[in-house]
Structures are given as structure tokens and as C-alpha cells.
Nanobody, 121 residues
Framework: VQLQAYGGGLVQAGGSLRLSCAASGRTFSSYFVGWFRQAPGKERELVGAISWSGSILYYTDSVKGRFTISRDNAKNTVYLQMNSLKPEDTAVYYC???????????????WGQGTQVTVSS
């Protein structure tokens, strides 16, 4: 499975962005997908995760109510809709895929290249 994350950019606080994670490989629908982010000087953290069937498995507390993960298996794409963005959401965002769910980086076998999200105050 190859993943490509895109859709990042510069946005003002309170704005919205939608990230996409496009996958190649016909078995993508079998994978759990997680969105991670890494801010400068900080460890990479799991933002949210979605099962192969579309069930939401996890959102980190800081994004609950603001971010939404969804997937379209027919398009081999997973989305991260980010609303009410805050400066502290600034980070490089990565999508990753795994055959079994995990909350740490080590659980994920395939990674996209990352897309920068910058939220200005």
C-alpha cells in the first residue's frame, strides 16, 4: 500500500482544511487508517483513527468536536476534515495504514509523506 497525504496549507485560526490520504493498492479497504501529526520539537501523536468499515476508533481529546475522519473505500481515500483550527494544530500531518488497529506509530506499516498545516493567529 502506498499512501499520499495532501491538502495542507496556511489558514487563519478558526478556519477549516480538509486533508486527503489517497492510497494505491486494491486491499486498502482492509486497512485501519490513522492520522498523525508532529509539531516542531514534539513527538508524533495520533490524531484519530478509522476502521476499515468506517467506524471511528479514536480522536485525541484536543480535536474532539472539531476534526472528523471519514473514508471512501471506492475511491481509496481517507479524509480528515479540520474545523475551528487553532494555532496549536500547526504540524505536519501524516496518514498511516495498518492491518490491525494501534495507537502508536509502531503499529502502522505504511505512511504517507506528510502535509504541512499552519494555522496563524
Amino acid at each position: 500500500v502506498q499512501l499520499q497525504a495532501y491538502g495542507g496549507g496556511l489558514v487563519q485560526a478558526g478556519g477549516s482544511l480538509r486533508l486527503s490520504c489517497a492510497a494505491s493498492g486494491r486491499t486498502f479497504s482492509s486497512y485501519f487508517v490513522g492520522w498523525f501529526r508532529q509539531a516542531p520539537g514534539k513527538e508524533r501523536e495520533l490524531v484519530g483513527a478509522i476502521s476499515w468499515s468506517g467506524s471511528i476508533l479514536y480522536y485525541t481529546d484536543s480535536v474532539k468536536g472539531r476534526f472528523t475522519i471519514s473514508r471512501d473505500n471506492a475511491k481509496n481515500t481517507v479524509y480528515l476534515q479540520m474545523n475551528s483550527l487553532k494555532p496549536e494544530d500547526t504540524a505536519v500531518y501524516y496518514c498511516a495504514a495498518a492491518l490491525t488497529y494501534g495507537s502508536t506509530q509502531r503499529a502502522y506499516d505504511y505512511w504517507g509523506q506528510g502535509t504541512q498545516v499552519t494555522v496563524s493567529s
